[in-house]
């Protein structure tokens, strides 16, 4: 299971430097589904380092905080289905 | 039930200390003058380089030459196409443009410049933007225009340098989307709405006698074309009609930028 996380994950971080934005949300989904992955806050962070202009969140890191609401919010469906 | 309920206040505990840590990185990122977005930036562009001549190499190798055969030639009809259309464009700025607006155009043309190549791609960004390989060090600052085509003939403005780092910048595409730009067609007012993948569209009044070809100017950009009117659509009933605008060559074909150094 270790391997399919950290596949997803590299996966997740390749995907932001060459996909459209919908495929490392879809691989960050999919982390947060199956695991506790904190670590797709950080990948989230990262897009928005990558590609976001400004700094001192201006404009809105959206994509940090749509990691952490995809984090948050399937945390129960997780927990009813993987736990 | 207990056990269920301590197991979900540790995993409350350690979200709470990741958004935390993710809130210190951006203020260590903001105060330091954005180190850490700059080395990842660094680093994307030379992973995006080394994807790129794998890609490359690998299509070279023979092994999809059959595939590879018709993809050249593909990529040659369209580059062709891309180069009239850049033609056509370009023509029509000039037919267009009246004698004030060219002694604008002279005087932008007079100012420096340095040809760039992108580094990344440009529909990995959910924002909109997307790398060029210049920076401070070269003398590209934040607000400079980034041009493609003829810049002879003032070419026409893809985006604006929006965080200009030492050896690359991030640029912000004009049709970034939902980037509003207030531009002019055959003299008609319009503001033009960004819709990503280097088109956008913005309503005209329908008196208004646009057709697909004519040159989209902004003054926002120094009096530069900004696209063309690609299709326009005239709504029964209504006040206004929409125009497509687009940019005359596709933005994946796009390798090199020219920076106009304010």
């Known amino acids: 299971m270790l391997y399919v996380r950290i596949s997803l994950a590299i996966a997740a971080i390749v995907s932001a430097l060459f996909f459209p934005p919908w495929v490392p949300l879809i691989l960050i989904g999919a982390l947060a589904l199956r695991f506790e992955a904190l670590e797709v806050l950080f990948i989230g962070l990262m897009m928005d380092f990558l590609w976001l202009p400004g700094a001192f969140f201006s404009p809105i890191p959206l994509f940090t905080i749509a990691a952490f609401l995809i984090l948050w919010g399937l945390e129960p469906l997780r927990r009813e289905l993987f736990v | ?262």
Do not use: C
Request: proline fraction near 3%; hydrophobic fraction near 45%; charge should be negative.
């Open chain 2, 1 to 262: 039930m207990m056990s269920l309920y301590r197991h979900s206040n540790k995993n409350g505990r350690r979200l709470f200390f990741a958004v935390v840590l993710v809130i210190v990185i951006f203020l260590i990122d903001g105060v330091s003058g954005g180190n850490i977005r700059e080395a990842l930036r660094l680093g994307a562009s030379y992973a995006w380089g080394a994807g790129a001549r794998a890609g490359s190499a690998l299509l070279d190798s023979g092994f999809f030459s059959t595939r590879r055969a018709l993809e050249r030639e593909n990529q040659a009809l369209r580059n062709e196409i891309a180069r009239l259309q850049m033609r056509a464009a370009d023509h029509e700025v000039i037919k267009a443009e009246n004698e004030s607006l060219r002694e604008f155009v002279r005087l932008a043309e007079s100012g420096n410049g340095i040809t760039a190549p992108i580094v990344s791609s440009f529909r990995a960004s959910p924002y909109g933007t997307f790398l060029i390989g210049a920076g401070v060090e070269d003398g590209v600052e934040d607000g400079d225009l980034v041009v493609v085509g003829d810049v002879e003939l003032g070419g026409f403005v893809v985006g604006r340098v929006e965080d200009a780092g030492g050896g690359q910048s991030l640029v912000k595409g004009i049709f970034a989307p939902g980037e509003r730009t207030e531009a002019t067609i055959q003299g008609v007012g319009i503001t033009v709405e960004g819709r990503g993948g280097g088109q956008a569209r913005a309503d005209a009044p329908r008196d208004a006698v646009i057709q697909a070809g004519d040159p989209v100017i902004s003054t926002s950009f120094g009096v530069r074309a900004i696209g063309i009117v690609g299709r326009v659509e005239e709504g029964t009933g209504g006040a206004s009609q929409r125009v497509f605008i687009q940019l005359p060559i596709p933005l994946a074909s796009l390798e090199f930028v020219y920076v106009l150094i304010q």
